[in-house]
């Protein structure tokens, strides 16, 4: 039971080896110490020389208190083990880190440590990128389950996901106001609000949340939002607190300044995610960040790593039977023996082994190494909408008919799989060809391939386009289709319309007005064969791994359905933009 400096005492498993002292790889986790990965990993690792701290979070397992307050008291508690390991006769000076998810995010806090030598942070970032909308079905199990509190169900999260589907499907209506006045209970905390518009309070809330303690930042969620335990449906909805701009993760290390934020790591991260996990976006982000602003000598030591998978699952499943390297997650014997290598390194100094980035290319089947992400040779090619439901390298003329569809929000376009964390619905290349024959889908597709085309990097997605509604959703979906007709999702993303500018404040939409919105669909990397086609659809909703716009605006009332017209000439040219690597077809040029 190691004591934090409030106090609180947190349950530790060690695995130690035969010979003492030892490096160190330490792990802290909501999910359970003792659980059968963590037992496997903790004795394979022993067994290599390192000793394991593995440590319940507060709240949770066999740590003290009684309830659990997700996220905020962190950045605390994982200072203070590698504080405490450090002062170990059983340290020899090495102390790593090791763990994905919530695991993963709690290494960029040890990071901070001076003490602290490596993390290897999977399926994790700093919250750096933008999402503009909320998850809902993993949500809506997850806050009821995991830690401790009067209100949690006894029952394991994927047996709870499947008994609540019903009431998930039947609610996750989005339809908050454009502003959130300050409540009355924050202004009882902070009287300084009650003269501030909406957009100066959520900015001053910000600083002030960034400069409190952990401790004084959970009695701040509690009074705002009147609980006595924080979720992660709470943290969600922080946002409202705080603006669109602050997402989920950006609570793992509040700051004002995440350039400045870098600067202060002493621990390089061997970053490993998937094409598949819900978080490659904010993955992809922070490495970008850490590139450009940590110190040259942490930077320098930095890997990314980029597998074919999902959230701690399989992702891409074409031709799994014949390519065994396709069952990768991060967990497993092929993560450990990863871990024992890069933690080999990183205590030689030696890291001439290691390309600065390793990227799986679905559909090839092939590992890729590349200096930077994005790959500096790859280069961008837009393919335009065009009427008649093509996708082409010309740009449009100077008319062309738009198109339009009808969204309704009680019947929304469903999620199939993709980037999720489900046990109900599959994560990953899932056949999205059912989806797009449905009337509230447009899809543009290319002619057959003649040769195979690599699109590997950043995927951009620019849509001019007017609803009928005040506010809406756009979802744009890239697949790859196949000669026998099946569109095997690669990635897509959403854009909530009032957000449409990521830097500025949320407005609501003119109905009929034609706007811009451009839409981040994160990145890939895949070789499309000769012979098949790339397809973008277009939709309103990814429900319910999303919640699902009501398209009123915050205005009272029932949900209403929204025309969506898609402009697609000359003067309003949609189209979507893709990386290639190395030759594109001789009509793309």
Known sequence: MVSMRDGVRLATDLYLPPQLPAPVIAVRTPYGRGSDGWAADGLSLARRGYVVACQDGRGTGGSEPDHWDYYLREPEDSYDLVDWIARQDWCDGFIGSCGGSYAGQVQWQMAIHPKMTAIAPDVSGLGVAVNTAHL???????ARTVGKGDDKVDLPLDRLE?????????SGYFNAPLDTPASAALIGQFPQLAGMTPAESRRWLWRRYCGMSCAERADMVKQAFGVTEVTIL???????????????????????DPAELCQRFHAPALMRTGWYDWGLNDALATWRLLMESAPKALRSRCRLFI??????????HEGMAERPELQHNYRGSAGVEMLLQWCQAIRTGDLSGWPKVIYYLMGANQWRTATDWPVPEARPHRLYLRAGGALSPEPPPLADEPDDYVYDPDKPTPTLGGSILSHVYPAGSVDVSTAQLRSDVLTFTTPPLAADLDVVGPLTCVLHASSSAVDTDFVARLSDVFPDGRAIQLQSALLRARYRDLAGEPALLEPGRIYEFEIDMWATANRFKAGHRLRLDISSADFPKFDRNANLGGKA?????????????RERPSRLIVSVLGEAPADWR
């Open 136 to 142: 809902h079905m993993f949500s809506n199990a997850y």
């Open 162 to 170: 499947a008994e609540m589907l019903p009431e998930t499907l039947a």
């Open 234 to 256: 709470e943290l969600d909805a922080l946002s409202t607190l705080f603006g669109h701009r602050i997402s989920h993760d950006a609570h793992t290390l509040p700051c004002l």
């Open 307 to 316: 597998a074919p998978s999902a959230h701690a699952a399989t992702g891409y």
């Open 557 to 569: 009332g029932q949900p209403a359905p929204a025309r969506q017209t898609i402009h697609h000439d």
